[in-house]
């Protein structure tokens, strides 16, 4: 145990083979995990690594990490992932893998958020049965709203809908054309 005065700053306890380690944080006060700045270079990768397997064949451990559960009807604590910002620069980008494959990769410029799936074929999977089990709003207007017990597609809301194509660049227009199942 690691104290300030009466205030617990680190307790640890390493477990023998056959219990769970646990290494606790603070009391009852916020903790934050922060590195220095570098002092003369650009800052150097903090990693956290969940165990690799032994053996044949065995899964590689997991890495989890849980937001703080209410009580009552308290909310859950939120989970935040932000990447870096910068004074001039390109701020830093978010990515999620599945192995070495980015599967998610969440930017923002000064106007505009991308979300890119684009490494791989990708799939959105809906909950089933759902009136609105897709919705792409703003904060006052559905813009598309999808069925999936249905299969509804619904476009727009009371106001005026338009489908438009935007005019080809160097040539006459290509066809535009909707089919019905056969």
Do not use: C, M, W, Y
Not at 91 to 120: C, N, P, R, Y
């Amino acid at each position: 145990v690691i104290k300030s005065g009466a205030t617990q700053l680190v307790s640890a306890v390493f477990a023998s083979s056959t219990s769970t380690s646990t290494f606790t944080l603070g009391d009852d006060n916020a903790v934050s995990i922060v590195r220095p700045a570098h002092g003369s270079a650009a800052g150097l990768a903090t990693t956290i690594t969940g165990q690799a397997a032994g053996g044949s064949n065995q899964v590689g451990g997991a890495v989890t990490i849980t937001a703080g559960a209410g009580t009552g009807t308290g909310a859950g604590g939120d989970i935040t992932v932000g990447a870096g910002a910068s004074g001039t620069g390109t701020a830093g980008t978010v990515t999620i893998k599945s192995g070495a494959t980015s599967v998610l990769i969440a930017s923002s410029a000064s106007s505009k958020s991308t979300f890119d799936v684009s490494a791989q074929i990708s799939e959105l999977v809906i909950k089933a049965s759902e009136s609105a089990s897709l919705v792409i709003k703003d904060s006052a207007r559905n813009f598309v709203t999808l069925d999936s017990g249905t299969s509804t597609f619904t476009l727009g809301d009371d106001n005026a809908v338009s489908i438009v194509r935007p005019a080809h660049g160097s040539a006459a227009g290509s066809h535009t054309t909707i089919t019905g199942q056969a």
